[in-house]
């Protein structure tokens, strides 16, 4: 405690929440000191009814300027009836001499120890690791507040000084770039301790109490789940639930509890690994699993390929949350829930979650258990999330020298990538888009070879190459890197056409357009300290070509950099996606070409959507800044995830001192490919290339004979 604090005076508001919601406290309080006198009200309520009411309240004030100090000894008050609205007040008042100064301060504080999800799952929130689970938390939190909150004022300026007084950076930016954060708290946060829900058993048919013991139940069979990217060991629980070796009682209730509600959920569909709850093992900092939302309109908790794009702010920030996002990913890839899903924009009904494939997010009614909420399209036949996730898993690895987590998520990677060969078509090495929106831009068709998508590919490839060289598998390393060689000269000779990557390799009136986000690989190659995928001099035609055409083009880029430009100079309007403007893609766009040496380009680029979006003169989307605008300006999904794809920048201009450190030798060199791998490859290219007279029923959009 200070010393000028000679006590804190507090009101403790406790509110039971309805329909068997966690509970919530809130509580007020001010500082007393020798100029300050604090006083409190216990209880009002607006109409009065058994207490002092509002008007009265305020008439106490007006006239006295403060409570009386007997209330300090009133004891608790009556609970309120139900759907009566109670408060409750803390006054502080003190002497001013005129040209005098004095501070008095306040801090309210609530408490929800507790976090339920719709489909009943609780668990408990992180910070009760430090305030535990009592109703009664918020007097210290509020306590804390009132006591800590120069220190922590103290903390952020030496955090976002270095920064502010950066004079390479422009002002704009810097304004720019701390308000961006405001999603980390404002898109649907859920932090929670990482332990396994906690499970109401009176509401739990399906776990038998008698049977129950410490690890699980009387008659558990041991088993393990083994192939050759799995090495997880589990223990079999009743009604086919699955439990990780060495997690607690809670977990066998609840994977016995959700194995029975599974299976009558299936309908005739065995899921022989339903999903478990796997305790986060990150060590000793454990920081518990991290929760947020696409954005308030799109309500999917960690929306994966959105996150690849945002996910800047956590590595920067807070990498510990941003490895365990990761490791909760690693741990879905491995996993299939063959429950049944019918896709809105076809019809056709497919399994929940495929083993093999990055879910697209970790649902919304049962996160971590129920994934994929998004049912627009199959996200299991999508190109850019495997990609996306060996990308992200490689940069974090590279930028933390988290060697532990990489051989914790390998498994997960190769697991990934080999889920990708059924995309290349014609053995090539390059996978193959499939004549619909199949990836982040789920409105926009891709035919063949994408720039997009193959571009991400390449640098998957690359990652995944670098990555088996480092953890010492040869194996992979020279299947990667064999298959990186032959994908990236097709991918050139397919889509280079002078000054920039066609759209895709199709025939339709948009595949040469220029797309923003044509080098979203190469843009995570460079964070991660990788070799470039092409020329560096294509690499800046290319960014080059975005800028005068994407960017300038477009209210002189005063707007961000539009998704799609047809080669005329015309704003690409094949559908709403393509002529849209996207906040976090341009912030990326503006990232590549920091990091390409093009400052100028970069910073220019980026400052279109503080214009737009930030700026007196723009729109007035601040704190909420939408997925995109039109090019007059018209939003589509406020408050969004991915414009905090602004830390890219910041990542771009001041990288991780792994990264910086790291030796200046291209692995990829290092890696030597056998000619037994040379000749494995090529007989899966000839068996791919041959004729096939079978059907392929289960595709919903080519089916060959």
């Known amino acids: 405690m200070s010393p000028s604090l000679r006590k804190m005076e507090y009101q403790e508001c406790f509110c039971i929440t309805t329909k068997d919601n966690p509970p919530v406290t809130f509580a007020v309080a001010a500082c007393e000191t020798q100029n300050v006198n604090v006083t409190v009200l216990p209880v009002f309520g607006l109409s009065g009814e058994n207490h002092v009411s509002a008007k009265e309240m305020w008439n106490t004030m007006l006239q006295n300027g403060h409570f009386d100090r007997e209330n300090f000894s009133a004891g608790p008050s009556m609970p309120s009836s139900p759907g009566q609205k109670l408060c409750a007040a803390v006054s502080a008042s003190t002497w001013v001499e005129p040209h005098g100064r004095c501070t008095v301060v306040f801090a309210l504080a609530w408490s929800s120890p507790k976090v339920k999800f719709q489909k009943g799952c609780t668990y408990n929130r992180r910070y009760t690791q430090f305030y535990g689970t009592s109703e009664k938390s918020a007097v210290n939190l509020v306590h804390d507040a009132l006591t800590k909150y120069k220190l922590w004022e103290e903390e952020i300026e030496k955090w976002q000084n270095p920064i502010l007084k950066d004079e390479r950076l422009p002002e704009w930016y810097k304004f720019t770039l701390f308000n961006e954060l405001y999603f980390l708290v404002a898109g649907g946060t859920v932090w929670t301790d990482g332990q396994p829900p906690a499970i109401d058993e009176k509401k739990s048919p399906g776990f038998n109490h008698q049977k129950s013991s410490k690890r699980g139940t009387k008659d558990t069979n041991q088993g393990s789940v083994k192939d050759r990217h799995v090495n997880l060991a589990v223990e079999q629980v009743p009604h086919g639930g699955y439990m990780a070796n060495g997690d607690d009682h809670s977990v066998s209730k609840f994977a016995a509890v959700h194995g029975s509600e599974m299976q009558e959920q299936i309908n005739g569909l065995k899921s022989e690994e339903p999903i478990p709850y796997l305790i986060s093992k990150d060590g000793p900092e454990h920081v518990g699993k991290f929760l947020y939302l696409e954005g308030v309109e799109y309500i999917m908790w960690n929306t994966y390929d959105v996150h690849f794009y945002a996910s800047f702010a956590l590595l920067d920030l807070f990498p510990k949350i941003e490895l365990s996002i990761q490791r909760d990913f690693a741990n879905a890839v ?372």
């Open 334 to 705: 491995l996993y299939e829930d063959r429950r049944k899903v019918k896709f809105l924009a076809d019809g056709t009904s497919g399994i929940r979650k495929v083993k093999g494939a990055v879910p697209h997010d970790l649902g919304t009614h049962d996160p971590w258990h129920e994934m994929n909420a998004y049912n627009i399209h199959d996200t299991s036949k999508w190109k850019d999330l495997n990609p996306k996730f060996v990308l992200q898993i490689y940069r974090d690895f590279a930028a933390t020298g988290d060697m532990q987590f990489g051989r914790d998520v390998w498994p997960a990677v190769c697991a990934a990538m080999d889920y990708m060969d059924q995309f290349d078509r014609d053995g090539d090495g390059l996978i193959e888009n499939d004549g619909f929106p199949d990836q982040t831009y789920d409105a926009w068709t891709v035919h063949g070879i994408s720039a997009y998508c193959g571009c991400l590919w390449l640098a998957a490839l690359q990652a995944a190459a670098t990555m088996a060289h480092r953890l010492g598998d040869r194996h992979f390393a020279e299947k990667y890197k064999l298959k990186f060689i032959k994908a990236k000269a097709v991918y050139e000779a397919k889509l280079w056409n002078g000054s920039y990557f066609n759209y895709d390799s199709g025939t339709s009136s948009n595949s040469r357009s220029i797309q923003a986000d044509q080098l979203a690989g190469q843009w995570y190659a460079a964070s991660s300290g990788l070799p470039p995928l092409f020329d560096e001099h294509k690499i800046r035609t290319a960014l080059q070509k975005i800028f005068e055409f994407n960017v300038m083009k477009v209210k002189g880029g005063r707007m961000g950099a539009v998704n799609g430009m047809t080669p005329k100079g015309k704003v690409d309007e094949t559908c709403m996606q393509s002529r849209e403007i996207w906040t976090g893609v341009t912030y990326a766009v503006a990232a590549n070409m920091l990091l390409h040496g093009m400052e100028h380009q970069g910073f220019t680029t980026a400052e279109g959507i503080f214009t737009a979006g930030w700026s007196e003169e723009g729109y007035g989307y601040w704190f909420q800044t939408p997925e995109g605008w039109t090019t007059d300006g018209h939003y589509r999904s406020l408050v969004y995830m991915r414009p905090l794809a602004i830390w890219a920048i910041q990542y771009a201009v001041s990288p991780p001192k792994a990264i910086l450190e790291a030796p200046k030798v291209n692995l990829m060199d290092r890696i030597h490919i056998s000619p037994h791998m040379v000749r494995a490859i090529s007989e899966i290219s000839i068996r791919k290339v041959a004729p096939d007279n079978r059907c392929f029923p289960s595709s919903a959009f080519h089916c060959e004979c």
